[in-house]
T-cell receptor, first 114, second 115 residues
Framework: QKEVEQNSGPLSVPEGAIASLNCTYS??????FFWYRQYSGKSPELIMS????GDKEDGRFTAQLNKASQYVSLLIRDSQPSDSATYLC??????????????FGQGTTLQVKP | NAGVTQTPKFQVLKTGQSMTLQCAQD?????MYWYRQDPGMGLRLIYYSASEGTTDKGEVPNGYNVSRLNKREFSLRLESAAPSQTSVYFC??????????????FGPGTRLTVL
């Protein structure tokens, strides 16, 4: 089992719909979870971080964390064509201590169709 | 405040040539990282530096060396480039203060082609 798994997609949603992106992880001790957005040909950009169970909202984005089930999700409300990108899930490693090391999933490609 | 900067943006090498990728951050971050990104492989950690003066191997260190020149700068060297090292290379940095807030911030990347 991979340490961080994401469905590669593509996930296709119509403009204005809710896009739901999911990520599962294998390390029960993980404490920090991040979502990055990566446009084609560009570098990853941090869009959300979550550390506690439950929901965290920031504008049109909501991150959801369920440590018992070992998954983290990202909801994008009122999806826009400009949201079309690859979304990377990242999780801190067991024993990462002060290193800040993260493990990245392979990413889910989101296509928002006008 | 430029964040994380990388040079060069693009590079073409011949097999066996050497080169150094440069990375600098102005956020006073403790930790710095080098990743490579290949289609279908995601981001893979090559080397990292948890603090000034320390470096450690990541998932795919073979064929690479690194230097943490000071707190700001972290360079990646390819001593004898191989076609398998054709990739996009990203540098990242993190405060990594020991707490959970270890967000990483990425530079713009270097596209390297080895012929």
């Amino acid at each position: 089992q991979k340490e961080v798994e994401q469905n590669s997609g593509p996930l296709s949603v119509p403009e204005g719909a809710i896009a739901s992106l999911n990520c599962t992880y294998s390390d029960r001790v993980s404490q920090s979870f991040f979502w990055y957005r990566q446009y084609s040909g560009k570098s990853p950009e941090l869009i959300m971080s979550i550390y506690s169970n439950g929901d965290k909202e920031d504008g049109r984005f909501t991150a959801q964390l369920n440590k018992a089930s070992q998954y983290v999700s990202l909801l994008i409300r009122d999806s826009q064509p400009s949201d079309s990108a690859t979304y990377l899930c990242a999780v801190n490693l067991r024993g990462s201590g002060n290193t800040g090391k993260l493990i990245f999933g392979q990413g889910t490609t989101l296509q928002v169709k006008p | 405040n430029a964040g994380v900067t990388q040079t060069p943006k693009f590079q073409v090498l011949k097999t066996g040539q050497s080169m150094t990728l440069q990375c600098a951050q102005d956020m006073n971050h403790n930790s710095m990282y080098w990743y490579r990104q290949d289609p279908g492989m995601g981001l893979r950690l090559i080397y990292y530096s948890a603090s000034e003066g320390t470096t450690d191997k990541g998932e795919v260190p073979n064929g690479y060396n690194v230097s943490r020149l000071n707190k700001r700068e972290f360079s990646l060297r390819l001593e004898s480039a191989a076609p398998s090292q054709t990739s996009v290379y990203f540098c990242a940095s993190s405060a990594a203060s020991g707490g959970p807030n270890n967000e990483q911030f990425f530079g713009p990347g270097t596209r390297l082609t080895v012929l």
